[in-house]
T-cell receptor, first 116, second 116 residues
Framework: GAVVSQHPSRVICKSGTSVKIECRSL??????MFWYRQFPKQSLMLMAT?????????EQGVEKDKFLINHASLTLSTLTVTSAHPEDSSFYIC????????????FGPGTRLTVT | AQTVTQSQPEMSVQEAETVTLSCTYD???????LFWYKQPPSRQMILVIR??????QNATENRFSVNFQKAAKSFSLKISDSQLGDTAMYFC?????????????FGQGTRLTINP
């Protein structure tokens, strides 16, 4: 149980284009989902927290107009990187919190974004 | 704001040995959860063990156990009979129980290598 999927696992896009990453909780309802960014050999950096049906809460320094987050259902959240630039290349990880368990977050396998 | 510190960037032990990873944290709260997550080369985050702050008994999961010292704000992870598959990045993480404050605060990580 408690499986979170991410799609795509890898994506390459051209500078200036937008790319959407999906995060799904497969066997539980996730009232809250989180988006992280991870640079090589570093820890996870929280970008934003999304609650189903409401606007995402972004961490300080994260551009909300660049990283659009939508949490339209209890099993799906999407992160759209708009007008991507090479510096947006990174590993993006989502997680979901099962409201029925004790504050644990279950993580997706991550998405490697490369902007050329 | 809460902070989590892992002072050992890298550790290396021989297979079957016991290894302890250190973690300290800072918070003014009395109720919270602490976690150890493992991130193998696949980069999938895996929950290793969880500790509720109100419990005095240290959590154990098979070969993994913690030494939770609440007054000292210390939360170390002990891996017994280490196996090659334990090779990974290990992250210590904290989450508050305050309503709405659901995000995980991660330490910098410790890269653990188990040598044959």
């Amino acid at each position: 149980g408690a499986v979170v999927s991410q799609h795509p696992s890898r994506v390459i896009c051209k500078s200036g284009t937008s790319v959407k990453i999906e995060c799904r909780s497969l066997d539980f309802q996730a009232t809250t989902m989180f988006w992280y960014r991870q640079f090589p050999k570093q820890s996870l950096m929280l970008m934003a927290t999304s609650n189903e049906g409401s606007k995402a809460t972004y961490e300080q320094g994260v551009e909300k107009d660049k990283f659009l987050i939508n949490h339209a259902s209890l099993t799906l959240s999407t992160l759209t990187v708009t007008s991507a630039h090479p510096e947006d290349s990174s590993f993006y990880i989502c997680s979901a919190r099962d409201a029925g368990t004790a504050y644990e977050q279950y993580f997706g396998p991550g998405t490697r974004l490369t902007v050329t | 704001a809460q902070t989590v510190t892992q002072s050992q960037p890298e550790m290396s032990v021989q297979e079957a040995e016991t290894v302890t990873l250190s973690c300290t944290y800072d918070t003014s709260e009395s109720n919270y959860y602490l976690f150890w997550y493992k991130q193998p080369p696949s980069r999938q985050m895996i929950l290793v063990i969880r500790q509720e702050a109100y419990k005095q008994q240290n959590a154990t999961e098979n070969r993994f156990s913690v030494n939770f010292q609440k007054a000292a704000k210390s939360f170390s992870l002990k891996i017994s009979d280490s196996q090659l598959g334990d090779t990974a990045m290990y992250f210590c993480a904290f989450t508050s129980l305050i309503q709405g404050a659901q995000k995980l605060v991660f330490g910098q990580g410790t890269r653990l290598t188990i040598n044959p």
